[in-house]
């Protein structure tokens, strides 16, 4: 079935882009009518990358052709590394919130950092399609698989009736922070169990589950929704009988809620009034990232949220 | 590529350039051979017939054919990959240049010394051995017997007896030539072709070697390059003068250096050119 | 008495000759092994991204969406890289090569310099990254941009110039030069007037072959840093830029968030190894055609 | 002869006074002379700086980094979890990922790249090997990238046909791949040294009756020894500073293990994840990187001395 | 370099191997002249006076020196990096191996052909033009003059002329010989050193070049190295026998070769060796 799936992509592909285009007569009128140019630095978060590259492109072609947005992804801890030095990026996606000694380290170079969250996502467990016992588990459960001493190395570990196989954990490594999102806010700050395989690149972790039955690893939504021909979710039961992973489940106060976690940019305010293409594109990204998100496989926030950045940046000019 | 199906183990009289009387075996019998290395037509209708346990010379200036036509006779010729042959060489009444005659068969019954001294670079016994293990023979002690006897036929045993497995590197040029010459003895060749052994040595090791040619024609027939028209004068029976890829002259070796029929043969013995 | 007995000798001529065969064979399939992996390597790529190649793809700028993603921007990167790596390589690499070989004494100094360029060239192009990112994106203040890309790429490939020109320069028979002494001409004169016009063809060849190594490395702009969405094309050697190389790279492992990315990398390797194919075929026409036989 | 005497009639140029003339002039002749040995000896030194540079950028960080991390743990050390609360930093799963693949790439190169040198040199005709070799080399000149790409999305699907337990990402397949890259180069360089032992004692062979895997066996391969091993010691030296194939087919997993069908990583790849993540300068892990980009500097140029020792100690004098 | 202070531009009679009488100036005077490359003792004790407007030959087996001697006369022997000189050569009465000397003057007042034909691969004009343009020469119309006055010299304008602008590797090879004397003769030179100028040529070319040195040695000084004894017999006024690096005989050509005073001449006149 091959080409069935496919087709599918396809015509997500193209709802999409129906969507973005509907949101160009909206924007119009946001923009001030000033050509800007230079150019705009985003660095961080691999999980946020898509979304914020659709947002940048769309800028780009629609509201500002001479400003150049140049996203890269070295991952949210990596990606602040470049943001929290003097002439660093002007923006740093992140799947996690700045951590205070990072924040400590603005202060130190001595320039102001606004967090805005951008969109939502939540944590989903994938598993091999062939994988048919897995397909719902509790939270509890889960922690055990990927916990230091959770007493789980095969699935009949977990329930009897499972299989008597090992279960292959996996994830994203240390670079994201998709990992300390999932260490710090899910397993409490306790070890991942020993044999745990952490990978740089998603479309690794991809291709082992999608090609080994035993394996389970956890990332952003979006990697999930692009790959369901390859991969299945794990559904969870958090109490209340086992949730969906969808972008409807997905909220701070939805189903998935305990896996659900906002992503955020963070914006360098100095250089957002010292250079207009930056605050600009921040103005952007607050007005329309919602139309994206879906997309990019995110949930989007609620409109208050972002009226909330608008209104600091507009504060700006 | 042998055009001439006739085979003439005993050439008769009557070609052009060849007076030589019929009194022994022919060991080669060439015909109508021609030889073109790509569109350059290197010999040209040669006609010749080598005998037995003689010296035959081939003398001609630089590019004439000599080594071309030396090599031609164990097909070592061939390695050239453009290379086209017509005509007829038979080696003891079988035409060699027939497909179905195995080279490597032709060649363990004709050795070849080169101009330059080529041993392997192992040691002096390793080279002298060589043939003979490739044939097959493993028998230390037999192969023992074979280098001593090989090594005294080319009258550098006594040099070499006390460094038998020590590289041949080591040896000086003209022990080289003579060891490359026992590597040839090993096999028992029924011929032994050289191409100006010794041009490369100098005047004692060439009179060691030409010694050693006058000792090795009772057991062998050779057949000798040389550029040194005095050398062909002093050691062969016969000789060739090649011009141009063309037998110009083929006769007793006294008769081409006192009285020779062609203008050009005196004209190039008399060093007007070449 | 005779050693060698003529009918054993016959009887293992025949073994020999069929363990020959054999061999060569043997050794005739593995050199057509190397072959079919490079048809099978080729024919997947072209099955996988030839339709994805047409007149937009290559004119249009990069985007995130694969419908109307193109390389232009790429491919102008590659130029610019190449831009700055071939003057400076032809300059320093036969720079080099005239010192070493016509005017450096046999000596230390020369078999120094000369052991040292055999190893840069053994250095992984990966450490050659690294000492772009640390001396010309961060200490000299280049930023990654062109110029901090070149000049790495152009370090890189140095050892290649270098000894192409070498030898370039020693087939140059020495009989020449020696007719340019023998007329009074001094060394420079008959470098600049005999040598270097003789040794060109060589020399170029070198240049080009290394531009190719150039514009195929990927390692080195990974650790300088490449931007992975970057729209605008780039202008000058002080601008951001990526290269095909780089374009392939992100499409591959980005692959996992979009299935079309696969084909647009194999559609960008398809348009990558035809540009090597290019130069490549220009450097073997040049070695062909320009070579003088002395 | 007629022509001769245009020489003392036609006496219009006095060449000898001319150049005499013109010697009193000719500054800028004398001054290149001068300054070109110079100009030329500072451009020859740029290749030296260059090496000097990337000894001296690599030794700073890396000193700073055995400050923290003492010698000892880094060389024996089996884990090696940079990014963790408490971070190891040892590097033997990297360099037995780098070992293992550079072995299974040579495992592939050597034995299919001689016999390909063999073929060439002693086999094929001029015009087969003049067909041929560029094909070969063209494998050579492929981007690394390239064959990562067919190792992840073509070579490993195949081999887990055949072995069940291969990981997606394993250093088995980048392995081979790599193999494959290099047979260009083993067989080149073999080649090279097989066709420089001179012709003559190839027909010295001949010459006694030997078929040419005789004369290939006996004379040529022992003649072309050093220049063959040298080709090896390369291939292994090119394998352990290739990145992108490892990077893209092995994944980043820095399990200490010797099992193939495993996920590996190995020096370059690690360079590849920790920059390209760009860690922050000053942090340990920013400085393991140079660490270990020492350790494989230093790998590879001990490789390549070893390569120019052997090809120079035992060339043959032929 | 240069041990021997003394300069001496006349060399007065008693040498041991120079029955010349002086009556003829003295372009070149060699005294106790030794050579070494590395260890290698090339030349040994070579004194040797040479005189003006005739031909000098230089004869002797391969190896002997003679390159290396008629070399060291222009200092292009210097290119190589291990040699080691002692001894004196004067040219015209000055120490050449004095490092005063500068080697580019000397180089323009002595020219050299060499063994093969050496034309840069430029045009035919450009070939000639070469040395008068490397010695600041850029006048079209001087050049043109010295281009064909030259190319007249060296008797071959006749077959040039029609295409001065065409690669010079477009000759024969007894053409680009002759372009190679007529490049020479571009700047006027007062000596003409030969090295084996004729050894890659054929007969008829040959003839050519011997005809031409006939004519040029009205003009100039020539000094000939040739391993053809009979070419030394007819064209040369003087004859040099070199063995291993030394001068075993130097006299009136017709002595050497009917009347040689030392055995070995005579061995290696009548081919013993080499
Ligand atoms: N491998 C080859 N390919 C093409 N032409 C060749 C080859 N070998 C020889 N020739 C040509 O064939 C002709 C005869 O060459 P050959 O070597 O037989 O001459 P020779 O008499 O042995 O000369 P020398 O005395 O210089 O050794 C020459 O014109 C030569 O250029
Ligand atoms: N560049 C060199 N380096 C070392 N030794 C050399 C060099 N050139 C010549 N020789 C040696 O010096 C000696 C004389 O050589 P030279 O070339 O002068 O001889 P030749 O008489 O010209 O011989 P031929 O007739 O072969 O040209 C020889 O032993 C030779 O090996
Ligand atoms: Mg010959
Ligand atoms: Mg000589
Ligand atoms: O790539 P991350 O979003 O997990 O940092």
Redesign the interface.
Known sequence: GGGDE?AT?ESD?QT??EEVEGTDTETEEATEGTELEG?V?VDGSGTV??LM??V??EY?YTEQENV????????T??G???F?IENGTDFNNASRQIKDEEQAEADTVGFEVKEMKVALDGLTFVINKENDWATELTEEELIRIFKHDGGVTKWSDLRPEFPDEEIKPMGP???HGTYEFF?ENILE?E?LVDGV????????????V???VNGIAFFGF??YV??QDKLAAVNVDFGDGPVEPTLETIGEDAEYAPFTRPVFTYLNVDMAKEKPQVLDFALYVANNVNDFAGEAGFAPLPDAELQEYVAFLEGLK | MALASEKAPFQSVGEPVQNVQVDQKVVYGTKDLNLWYGKDHALKNISLDIYEKEVTAIIGPSGCGKSTYIKTLNRMVQLVPTVRISGDISYRGKSILDKSYKVEDLRTRVGMVFQKPNPFPKSIYENVAYGPKIHGIRNKKILDQIVERSLRGAAIWDEVKDRLHENAYGLSGGQQQRLCIARCLAIEPDVILMDEPTSALDPKSTLKVEELIQELKKEYSIIIVTHNMQQAARISDKTAFFLNGEVVEYDQTDVIFSNPSDKRTEDYITGRFG | MKYVDTAQVQKKMNTRLVTNNLAKSLFFVSTIFGLIVLAVLIFRVVSEGISWINFDFLTGKLSTNADRAGIMGAVLGTLWLMAVVAPVTMLVGVGTAIYLESYAKKGRLQSFIQTNISNLAGVPSIVFGILGLTVFVRALEFGNVVLAGGLTMSLLVLPIVVVASQEAIRAVPAHLSEASYGMGATKWQTIKNIVLPAALPGILTGAILSLSRAIGETAPLVVIGIPALLIPFPGSIMDRFTILPMQIYYWTIDSALVAEYANLAAATIIVLLVVLFLLNSIAIIIRNKFQQRY | METNSALNEGNAVNVRELIIEKKSKRNITNVLEKIMPKVLLSIAMISILTTVGIVLTLLTETVEFFSRVPLIDFFTGTVLKPLSQNPEFGVLPLLTGTIISSFIAMFVAIPIGLMTAIYLSEYASDKVRRLLKPMLEILAGIPTIVYGFFAFTFVTPILREFIPGLQATNILSPGIVMGIMIIPMVASLSEDAMSSVPNSMREGALALGSTKLEVTGKVIIPAAMSGIVASFVLGISRAIGETMIVTIASGSSKNFTFDITQSMQTMTAYIVEVTGGDAPAGSTIYYSLYAVAMTLFIFTFIMNLLARYISRRFREEY
């Open positions: 496919e992509t592909e999409g882009t150019s630095v990358y898509p590259s659709v940048a492109e780009m150049s947005v140049e996203v890269s992804r070295a991952g801890s990596a602040f590394g470049k929290l490594n240390e670079n260490y700050k070890d395989n952490l990978q740089q690149e998603y479309s690794t972790l991809v291709n082992l999608s090609e080994d979006g990697y692009n790959n």
